[in-house]
């Protein structure tokens, strides 16, 4: 009998531990978005989001910083998507050496530290443009961006059934309409998916943008001169010695954190509704 | 002989070293029902995989002799027109998932660049899901997903895509194996309609299904031919005692 209560006080003890343990690990997150929510939340009004930022001792808006993240998001996308996606198809399709090859060089290159992107993006894109300029961080961004598309492609598609490529070749259709028009489509969600996870991470990036995008107070649309974007914005406020522009930058925290953290959630509702049905 | 639609002529199929098909000949006849029949690994869904040249989208696919298609060759046709005229359906319901009910039935024009007036397709669609016997079921719901119809209905849906294309043939592998009995006599009755418009190769394991459906039997084992004749000879006076074993259940 002792035997026996001394294993379910074991068990007890484990079972204790363990939920310890994982409460253990979510206390950062909730301790960072709690501080963000008190320290943040107080700036957050319109005119937050509509108006440019002002000289010191004010504040003013962040509305450079969104515009500029949209454009850099952008130009990553346009960079990263198309090639991601076909060179995720190729290592479904492709068995051999050279296939596994790509497959480690895009491990390598997700593994890449972004300060090192922002540097090979200076010198390939900075330098040769003569300046600073939202298309050169749009593409230190994009290249961060390329391996989590290349990953979700490769993912989805190997998981989308044979019998669905007979059925297409069945009706006459070749090798390209079957792959354009009835697999790639039948895996759309998971694509979508991993575009969206990353989105929601270049979106943080800062440091390939301190010698690409630079950052820009003003607004700007112009993809061939600098841009500002919320994590370089939240980087020089924070830095800066005026009160105001400090609450500023935990604002613009907070924004950034709410972005990301409703994608995530897009990414798990979403799924489920865009989930082609196999 | 203006009659048989396809010949097969010394014709062996395998893959990689091994051939799984050996020197069959056999001829089928223009709209006819031919049943193709024999036990698990015996070659018959290659040898009707052969015919619309789907077999050689294995890698490792060989094949030797010839099969002749309205007296062409399959293999110097081009499998893309070759697939046009020789429709197929496959074990398990295969409907696109990301089309609605309508652009699966004209799935084969769409996937092939055929552009067609709104009018055309209406009819193409409409045509097809009646020769399917799903036009009644489906009429108020063509622009849902495929794939929330029941099995047997997505069986029918799929033969209703193959028809949509006014193939001369209809290759069918197994198309019941995966429905229930309910939906097995539905499509039974839809093979039997459908054969006054086209060649029908049907590729089953189920005894009683061949003689149901069928005007032709072919009993293959091990891959090869050891009977082929009109079903009601093979079912009634089989000549091969190896057909008869398997008939009365003996093996397979």
Known sequence: MGEVKLRILKDRIFTFIIYLLTFLSVIPLFAILFSLVKKGLGVINLNFFITLPKPPPDAGGILNALVGTFLLVLIASIVSIPIGI?????????????????????????????????????????????????????????????????????????????????????????????????????????????????????????????????????????????????????????????????????????????????INIGVKLGGRRWRVKL | MESEIIKIRDFSAGYGQNFVLKNINLSFEKNKVTAIMGPSGCGKSTLIRCINRMHELNLDAIHKGDILFNGKSVFETNPILLRKKIGMVFQRPNPFPTMSIYDNVIAGYRLNGIKLSKKEFDLIVEDSLKKAFLWEEVKDNLHKKGTFLSGGQQQRLCIARAMAVNPDVLLLDEPTSALDPKATAMIEELIVELKKTVTIILVTHNRTQAARVSDFTVFLYLGELIEYGSTETIFTTPKNPKTEEYLIGKFG
């Not at chain 1, 090192?116 to 894109?125: K, Q, R, S, T």
């Not at chain 1, 003003?218 to 800066?240: E, T």
């Open chain 1, 86 to 262: 076909v060179a995720g198809l190729f290592l479904v399709e492709t068995r051999n050496r050279f296939a596994n090859m790509l497959r480690v060089l895009i491990n390598v290159l997700q593994g890449l530290p972004s300060i090192v992107i922002g540097i090979i993006a200076y010198l390939w894109v900075v330098k040769p443009m003569g300046g600073f300029s939202a298309l050169s961080g749009g593409i230190a961004l994009g290249i961060m961006m390329l391996p989590m598309v290349v990953k979700s492609t490769e993912e989805t598609i190997k998981l989308i059934p044979y019998t669905l490529r007979e059925a297409s070749y069945a009706l006459g259709a070749d090798y390209f309409t079957t792959i354009f028009k009835v697999v790639l489509p039948a895996g759309i969600s998971g694509i979508l998916n991993g575009i969206l996870l990353g989105i929601a991470r270049i979106a943080g990036e800062t440091a390939p943008l301190l010698f690409t995008a630079f950052g820009n107070p003003y607004l700007n649309f112009n993809p061939a001169k600098p841009v500002d974007s919320l994590p370089l914005l939240i980087f020089n406020y924070a830095m800066s010695p005026y009160e105001r522009w400090q609450n500023a930058a935990w604002g613009a925290s907070f924004v950034l954190i709410a972005f990301v953290l409703l």
